[in-house]
């Protein structure tokens, strides 16, 4: 599959809204409060307001997408406002195996460089079988347990840059 990773534009806000619930819509008899997650889940294009989004596009669609919140800027108390982070990243069903997660990635990691974080983090959960392999494969490690949502366990993971 041929792929771009781009900035978000805000003419991708509902393309992004609906990858988000679909990439999400298998967790969804692991969260007790499911209609308030998958809602919530699916406003994602308005993380724009205070941070970057980045999306993996096709000739036809957005089929990706992850929120970068640089170093300095707020985020979750479960991280030091001085790290880089990225949230929600999520590829469309379909399209996934085709390398669109680390890509995505990649480019949260090549912002928090261009920005001269030391840390990129995030936090992610045991049940996301795919994606906590694929960050620790690139490097992240876990720091600390984080608080869960709902019944769902999530930790946070970190990846020091001074060496990249």
Not at 9 to 29: G, K
Request: hydrophobic fraction near 45%; include cysteine; proline fraction near 5%.
């Amino acid at each position: 599959m041929d792929f771009q990773i781009r900035p978000y534009h805000e003419t991708d806000a509902a393309q992004v809204n609906q990858v988000a619930q679909l990439a999400f819509a298998q967790y969804q008899p692991h969260f007790e409060a499911w209609p308030t997650f998958i809602a919530n889940v699916g406003r994602m294009s308005e993380k724009s307001a205070t941070a970057e989004l980045i999306v993996a596009t096709t000739a036809e669609a957005v089929v990706g997408a992850v929120v970068y919140v640089g170093p300095g800027r707020e985020k979750l108390d479960i991280f030091p406002v001085e790290w880089a982070i990225l949230r929600l990243l999520v590829v469309a069903p379909q399209a996934r195996g085709n390398g669109i997660g680390k890509a995505l990635t990649h480019a949260c990691i090549a912002n928090a460089q261009r920005d001269h974080a030391d840390t990129i983090a995030l936090h992610t959960s045991p049940i996301m079988t795919v994606a906590l392999p694929m960050y620790l494969r690139m490097g992240f490690e876990k720091t600390k347990d984080a608080p869960n949502i709902g019944r769902v366990s999530y930790a946070v993971y970190a990846k020091s840059l001074a060496a990249c």
